[in-house]
């Protein structure tokens, strides 16, 4: 299973939000490209970098910190928050960026058709869920459509990648919703990478046994609760 650091930005800042509130916001670096660096020394393969901005405008906002980013790891990186139409997916690929996170246009069966048909697998699906419904608009908004449904439409128009993160758990440090994770692994044919509440060796086997292909850890790694070495040794 693979360990994804994740990288936050707001303001051109590396922070972390708690259960995606924003006015509940630690900063951990004024240069987000050297925490990327720093995750890729620890032994990262892969990077997990949000515009929060973005997430909540609609329309990434942070562009000059992921082309920093880009520049300075070797490895690949994915990218969500406001990506919403092929155009801005594009603008990101062209960027260098390996994969294009489709957030809340994911709602839209025919943004998600569309892009997956141009872009094939450097689309990934983001969905994420409050309570077991998708969440919207940088998480300041939540549907009426289950997580769960909305996976499966989204296997069934090509995606084969989807990031399943659980609000409720974000940021708390209190462990992963393995519940609601496997009955997502069990709803479609697609790979899942499981995002919230992995503070522990112990969440991320876990998260493995659940049948995630990945987990991506933010928090716990910037607090310390768990180092990249622990939870890569972990997911092996």
């Not at 077991?132 to 296997?155: C, F, H, N, Y």
């Amino acid at each position: 299973m693979e360990i994804i650091p994740a990288v936050d930005l707001r303001g051109g800042k590396c922070v972390r939000l708690v259960q995606g509130c924003y006015d509940r916001e630690t900063v951990f670096s004024d240069d987000p490209a050297a925490m990327a660096l720093h995750w890729q020394q620890q032994g990262a393969r892969r990077l997990h970098v949000v515009d929060l901005d973005g997430a909540r405008e609609g329309e990434p906002r942070n562009w000059e910190a992921v082309r920093e980013i880009v520049r300075a790891v070797r490895i690949p990186v994915e990218l969500g928050g406001g990506i919403r139409n092929e155009a801005v997916a594009r603008r990101a690929l062209d960027l260098g960026v390996r994969w294009a996170i489709l957030g809340t246009a994911a709602l839209s069966p025919e943004a998600a058709r569309d892009m997956v048909g141009a872009l094939g697998d450097a689309v990934i699906a983001g969905i994420d869920a409050r309570d077991g419904r998708v969440a919207v608009r940088g998480w300041l908004e939540t549907s009426q459509i289950a997580a769960t449904d909305l996976a499966r439409q989204m296997a069934g128009l090509g995606v084969r990648c989807i990031i399943f993160t659980d609000i409720g758990r974000d940021g708390m440090l209190q462990g992963p919703n393995v519940a609601a994770l496997r009955e997502m692994v069990e709803s479609v044919e697609a790979s899942i990478i499981a995002s919230g509440g992995i503070a522990s060796a112990e969440h991320v086997r876990a998260v493995k046994e659940a049948g995630a292909a990945g987990a991506i850890i933010g928090t716990a790694l910037y607090t310390g609760h768990l180092t990249l070495g622990e939870a890569l040794e972990a997911a092996c």
